[in-house]
């Protein structure tokens, strides 16, 4: 494990995987790095592979108070210890924050998103106006798996009787253990509209995949197309939103060796 420190002096871990090119991997959800695992060593055998905790989670710091810029320092940081621009890649809401970073011109040469979850038709239920104050109201009060409980039946829409067994699962805790950072999510997001003035100003090679099993998210990666001049639209026919890494990993490889 490897550190750099971001702009406010917050400790931010990655692990270095590989050779060549750098590729710095932004995961979503309530994820440390380890979910990023198995495909940074995939993409390690062509890339030098930088799999970072994002702040507040995993093995990174989290100075208060936090702010969104924040996150974009430290994808800065990063970039500056890449040697001074990078490939970047960004899975569900870590998309959203990779699109932003190209949007407020950081060195990015390349980017790839993988099914950012805009809300941008009726194709699935608009997003609680109150989601963020009640993730708020839950972590005042440390009910931790109830912010968790939220989120995928709130932000990722499923049902609360799919969710509700999953508390017994042993990847619970590790989502727990990071459920704070939902609120900064939630900051960096909103009402998950896709904003469409920001993607224009996009001006990298971008490649926007999805899966094509989830309807809603397969329009918000055609409207993220439409939105971003000149990006490449492409689909892994089948895959459901937590993608197998052997699936996407050829695809990220051929774009980011072009």
Excluded: C
């Amino acid at each position: 494990m490897d550190k750099v420190i971001s702009n406010d002096g917050t400790p931010i871990a990655f692990d270095r995987l590989g050779s060549g090119p750098v590729v710095i991997m932004i995961g979503g959800g309530p994820t440390d790095r380890s979910a990023g695992y198995p495909l940074a060593e995939l993409l390690a055998e062509r890339f030098t592979v930088f799999n970072y905790d994002r702040r507040g989670r995993g093995d990174s710091g989290d100075t208060a108070p936090y702010a969104v810029d924040r996150e974009f320092e430290d994808i800065e940081a990063l970039i500056e210890e890449a040697g001074g621009s990078a490939l970047v890649y960004g899975t569900s809401g870590g998309g959203i924050i990779a699109l932003e970073a190209a949007a407020r011109g950081l060195a990015i040469t390349r980017l790839a998103v993988w099914e950012t979850p805009f809300i941008v038709d009726d194709t699935r239920p608009a997003l609680p106006a109150d989601y963020r104050l009640r993730l708020i109201d839950l972590l005042e009060q440390d009910r931790r798996g109830d912010m968790i409980e939220l989120f995928f039946t709130s932000a990722v829409g499923l049902p609360a009787d799919f969710v509700t067994p999953m508390r017994g699962t042993p990847f619970w805790p590790s989502m727990e253990a990071v459920a704070h950072t939902l609120v900064y999510d939630a900051t960096i997001t909103g009402d998950f509209t896709l904003p469409a003035d920001r993607l224009a100003a996009v001006t990298v090679p971008t490649l926007v995949v999805d899966g094509g099993t989830e309807r809603w998210l397969t329009n918000a990666a055609d409207a993220v197309a439409a939105a971003v001049p000149g990006s490449r639209r492409h689909t892994l026919a089948g895959q459901p939103h937590n993608v197998d890494p052997a699936a996407i990993a050829p695809a990220l490889a051929e774009f980011f060796a072009a």
